[in-house]
């Protein structure tokens, strides 16, 4: 099948940017330390854990270890796309990338998404090696096969394209270390909230809330719009952790989150299409 | 080939290029000039669509600069041209083919015959962090000869090369003359200009003073220098 030929530029720019990053000796460094940590986490599936006095099955340890580093692992790479993509615009600017790709006949939104897939698709990468590593430890050394492990990984990129987004928009309009930290507190405090929903779903939460507080109801009604419409990371990180579980009922309640991402990705995306449109390149 | 129309571009306060309009014609080698701030770098990045006009408009082979197709036949070497130091000189040059879109093989020959032109045989595949400026600069003219373009945009393209090196530059440029390749040279050096550009303009904080064949801009006596001294100063 032969290729459009707008798609032609994205490819190589696409080339170009994964070629230029994995040169860099830090992202070398990053995923050295990075599967190297993995590899460590072998030892911790041959403990003895004891749970309110009785001794947890060998399943139930894999199930839960695997969980927690599978969650460990997607947060990680989501820390490591925004620190790739902080510096990618001007690194090519200060390089002369960027003038010498956009004085060719490729057109800026050819550019930004040879970027973006770049960046995205090497971060996708480097998750799916961290999870394989984690696969491959339970399948070899423990017999345990889950290549729901896989998919769920390849469910948590929609996470790394929103970081990679969001961060490439921000850059745009601000310096590189806050675009960084922005998008850094917009995972943590999506994160801290969910955490407390969640615990506010449990029975002691719950019996507390019944209880008269005095403060009025449509106090709480504005944090749950934020808290709605916020960036549902950990949702869909839970979402690809239940496969690995193979949990059942996928209503839309529990699709939310990636329904939430795709339509922020989208809306950043085209907000980054609409910014470097009108960029001055020096 | 190039054609500005009332062209026009603020930054809040500052007006960098006020209401310019001139044309280059096919075949043309021409040189903008001014001090330094005059805008003329800026009139150069608005050719390149890198920075937008706030009015007016710009057209080269009658396409508009905003459209990419514009680009298609044209060849950029940047002030102070910077390439990746992790490339090798022909690894850029084979990035810049590619992104042309010729084939593999036809980019390799092109390459070849690029850094024969340019005179770094032996020197494209060490890594350009181990360059000098100047051949950092040949490596950037030869990024822009690249797909035998119709018209070359030369912002300072001296800059950093010894003498040797700017007579080198001069006599490549006069042979891309003579192939009948359109020249836009934005350059300080005035003797340079006076020797080999058939015509030139003169901009000052963002105003066009002239525009003509530099045999009509020089009186008899005068110099280019002095000539500019005297519009820049008068």
């Not at chain 1, 090696?129 to 492990?149: A, D």
């Not at chain 2, 390459?111 to 490596?139: A, D, L, P």
Request: proline share 3%.
């Amino acid at each position: 099948m032969e290729t459009p030929k707008s798609l032609l530029p994205i490819t190589r720019i696409t080339k170009y940017t994964l070629i230029d990053e994995v040169q860099q000796t830090s992202f070398v460094v990053m995923f050295v330390i990075c599967a190297i940590s993995v590899f460590l986490v072998r030892g911790c599936y041959h403990g003895n854990y004891i749970v309110n006095g009785q001794a947890l099955d060998a399943g139930t340890i894999v199930r839960t270890l695997s969980k927690a580093t599978f969650h460990v692992i997607a947060a990680s790479v989501m820390v490591i796309a925004a620190l790739l993509s902080m510096r990618l615009f001007r690194r090519d600017r200060n390089e002369g990338m960027q003038s010498c790709i956009l004085s060719k006949p490729i057109a800026r939104w050819q550019y930004v998404l040879g970027k973006i897939i770049g960046i995205w698709g090497l971060s996708v990468l480097f998750m799916f090696i961290l999870h394989s590593i984690v696969f491959l430890i339970t399948s070899i050394s423990l017999k345990v096969f889950m290549p729901q492990f896989l998919m769920g990984s390849l469910l948590c990129s929609i996470n790394l394209l929103f970081v990679v987004i969001a961060v490439l928009l921000l850059s745009l309009l601000m310096p590189d270390i806050a675009a960084f930290l922005c998008v850094l507190g917009i995972g943590i405090v999506g994160f801290v909230a969910d955490g407390i929903a969640a615990a506010s779903q449990s029975q002691i939460a719950q019996a507390m809330l019944r209880q008269p507080t005095g403060h009025p109801q449509s106090e709480m009604t504005w944090w749950k719009i934020v808290y709605v419409f916020w960036p549902k990371l950990l949702g869909v990180q839970q979402l690809a952790s239940s496969l690995v579980e193979t949990e059942s009922s996928h209503g839309f309640g529990t699709l939310y989150p990636l329904f939430n991402v795709l339509v922020y990705c989208l809306i950043l995306g085209a907000l980054l299409l609409k910014r470097f449109r009108n960029e001055d390149l020096v | 080939m190039i054609d500005l129309n009332n062209v026009t571009k603020r930054y809040e306060s500052l007006t960098a290029v006020d209401d310019v309009t001139f044309s280059v014609k096919k075949g043309e080698y021409f040189a903008l000039l001014g001090p330094n701030g005059a805008g003329k770098t800026t009139i150069v990045k608005m050719l390149l669509d890198f920075t937008r006009p706030t009015s007016g408009s710009i057209s080269l082979g009658s396409i508009p600069s905003t459209q990419a197709e514009c680009r298609q036949s044209i060849g950029y070497l940047a002030e102070n041209h910077h390439i990746p130091p992790s490339l090798s000189g022909w690894q850029y040059l084979l990035r810049c083919a590619e992104l042309l879109d010729v084939s593999r093989s036809e980019a390799i020959d092109q390459c070849r015959h690029i850094v024969e032109r340019i005179g770094m045989q032996g020197r494209e595949n060490t890594k350009v962090g181990t360059y000098s400026k100047g051949m950092v600069q040949r490596f950037g003219l030869g990024a822009a000869l690249m797909g035998d373009p119709k018209l070359l945009i030369l912002d300072e393209p001296t800059s950093g090369l010894d003498p040797i090196g700017i007579r080198e530059m001069r006599q490549l440029l006069e042979s891309l003359k003579a192939q009948g390749i359109t020249i836009f040279l934005n350059s300080h050096l005035l003797s340079e200009v006076e020797k080999i550009c058939d015509t030139a303009a003169i901009i000052n904080r963002g105003k066009l003073l002239v525009k003509d064949a530099i045999r009509n801009i020089v009186k008899d006596g005068e110099t280019l220098e002095d000539v500019f001294v005297r519009l820049v100063k008068g």
